[in-house]
């Protein structure tokens, strides 16, 4: 049997499977009430699934050596199946069922996916894709979805990854090269310091997480967002999406745990350039999203700030190669800063941000109306926020702890208040 070996950063992702911890990430597609019935959408995946081999793999190997090989009984129907319920749910409703679809776990035994559909009150579908986070990471499910359920011609951004910039010409190639090691060395303890700081107070987000989780969404304007965020302080959508979210999380800590300036947050950064074929192949930068100041255009500035060292300086690109160069040092030397670096004092959530298709898309001609992103949480780490574009809309999804984080709809709208307070701040500047 031909096999596929998993990566190291696939590996690393099976690892951190626990009895508390699932290993999926989920979306969520939102389908007009002209949605496809299940018997027409098993036929469109299965038509569509050659473009997608690695979606009929299953996991083979030993423990210390797993791999990918093909499942040779693969059905369809096993992975494209009518939700749990009969009766057509409203959004409340809907975020309990996906919440109840999510906390199950994908069977091992079977390639790592499955949809389930769930009928929606007024008309429509939802379309609830689990996929293992060890067969892809944000980037690489949005080229799933592109390969096998948007309609031809739909059109999907593709990120591009940045390319370096290049380095100076050298006249002087001795004192060059001294003044070049006492850069990297100054920006080698800038980094260090950046990305191993510890949060000065333990994060509200900080407990032993049980099985049970709770989703919120949320959703607000790109374009208007973006061009906000740009006229306000030259800042970037990106910015904008930790801005809204330093908002939020502001409100909700304020009214829960009384004051605290600060937040530790990890961002994931991907490395993906466009042609690879690698599942996972991200890495992140950290920083402290301000919580002190009332102002959300003030909050805004703070971040942009911190942000644009982290890019100037190539932090997530210098983090890659820092794990990469400790694996082949000593793996345990690796293993002992992953575990560091997975501190609750090191970060307290997790914010990721992946384009998503730029125009609409439609399912068998069934326009797709929202698409939301959920990520797993973890040990000591009770929320998440993971955010999607669709169609010039950001989509946010949380999930929590429902027993260490309550309350989590009000901190998802949240994110929809503090994205209006910045648009109305840049159109009373115009």
Same mark, same amino acid.
């Given at each position: 049997?031909?096999?596929?070996?998993?990566?190291?950063?696939?590996?690393?992702?099976?690892?951190?499977?626990?009895?508390?911890?699932?290993?999926?990430?989920?979306?969520?597609?939102?389908v007009d009430r002209r949605? =496809?019935?299940?018997?027409?959408?098993?036929?469109?995946?299965?038509?569509?699934?050659g473009a997608v081999p690695a979606l009929t793999r299953r996991l083979a190997g030993p423990p210390d050596a797993p791999a990918w090989a093909q499942d040779d009984g693969f059905d369809v129907a096993?992975?494209?199946?009518?939700?749990?319920?009969?009766? =057509?749910?409203?959004?409340?409703e809907l975020r309990a069922g996906v919440a109840r679809l999510f906390e199950q776990r994908l069977d091992r035994a079977?390639?790592?996916?499955?949809?389930?559909?769930?009928?929606?009150?007024?008309?429509?579908?939802?379309?609830?894709?689990?996929?293992?986070?060890a067969l892809a990471d944000g980037t690489t499910a949005m080229r799933y979805?592109?390969?096998?359920?948007?309609?031809?011609?739909?059109?999907?951004?593709?990120?591009?990854?940045?390319?370096?910039? =290049?380095?100076?010409?050298?006249?002087?190639?001795?004192?060059?090269?001294?003044?070049?090691?006492?850069?990297?060395?100054?920006?080698?303890?800038?980094?260090?310091?950046?990305?191993?700081?510890?949060?000065?107070?333990?994060?509200?987000?900080?407990?032993?997480?049980?099985?049970?989780?709770?989703?919120?969404?949320a959703s607000v304007p790109l374009r208007e967002l973006h061009d906000a965020a740009n006229a306000l302080d030259g800042a970037t959508l990106n910015d904008a999406v930790l801005a809204c979210v330093a908002g939020a999380l502001r409100r909700w800590v304020e009214h829960h745990h009384g004051r605290l300036d600060a937040v530790r947050v990890k961002v994931p950064v991907?490395?993906?350039?466009?042609?690879?074929?690698?599942?996972?192949?991200?890495?992140?930068?950290?920083?402290?999203?301000?919580?002190?100041?009332?102002?959300?255009?003030?909050?805004?500035?703070?971040?942009?700030?911190?942000?644009?060292?982290?890019?100037?300086?190539?932090?997530?690109?210098?983090?890659?190669?820092?794990t990469r160069d400790l694996a082949r040092v000593s793996p345990h030397l690796k293993d002992f800063c992953e575990r560091i670096e997975r501190s609750p004092r090191r970060f307290a959530v997790n914010v990721s941000n992946v384009p998503g298709p730029r125009g609409p898309v439609t399912i068998l001609a069934a326009p797709v109306e929202a698409l939301y992103s959920i990520a797993e949480i973890g040990e000591h780490h009770a929320l998440r926020v993971a955010?999607?574009?669709?169609?010039?809309?950001?989509?946010?999804?949380?999930?929590?702890? =429902?027993?260490?984080?309550?309350d989590l709809q009000a901190m998802a709208e949240g994110v929809e208040t503090e994205a209006g307070a910045l648009i109305a701040a840049a159109g009373a500047r115009a």
């Open positions: 049997m031909e096999t596929v070996p998993l990566g190291p950063e696939d590996r690393a992702i099976l690892a951190l499977e626990s009895d508390t911890v699932v290993g999926h990430t989920c979306k969520v597609i939102l949605a =496809p019935g299940l018997a027409e959408l098993r036929a469109a995946v299965a038509e569509r699934l096993r992975h494209v199946v009518p939700g749990p319920v009969e009766a =057509p749910l409203d959004r409340h079977h390639p790592l996916w499955r949809i389930d559909t769930l009928p929606l009150h007024g008309g429509g579908s939802a379309l609830v894709w689990r996929i293992h986070h979805a592109r390969a096998l359920l948007w309609d031809a011609g739909d059109t999907q951004h593709v990120e591009r990854a940045s390319g370096s910039p =290049p380095g100076a010409s050298r006249a002087h190639p001795a004192a060059e090269h001294a003044r070049d090691d006492a850069r990297r060395r100054a920006h080698l303890a800038g980094f260090l310091h950046r990305e191993f700081a510890r949060s000065r107070r333990r994060s509200p987000f900080d407990g032993r997480i049980g099985t049970s989780r709770r989703l919120a969404f991907s490395l993906h350039h466009e042609g690879d074929d690698a599942l996972n192949r991200d890495s992140f930068f950290s920083l402290e999203l301000p919580l002190a100041d009332p102002d959300a255009v003030e909050r805004l500035r703070s971040v942009h700030a911190a942000t644009t060292v982290r890019k100037a300086e190539h932090d997530a690109e210098r983090l890659e190669a820092l955010v999607v574009s669709l169609a010039g809309r950001l989509c946010f999804g949380f999930c929590a702890d =429902p027993a260490i984080v309550d």
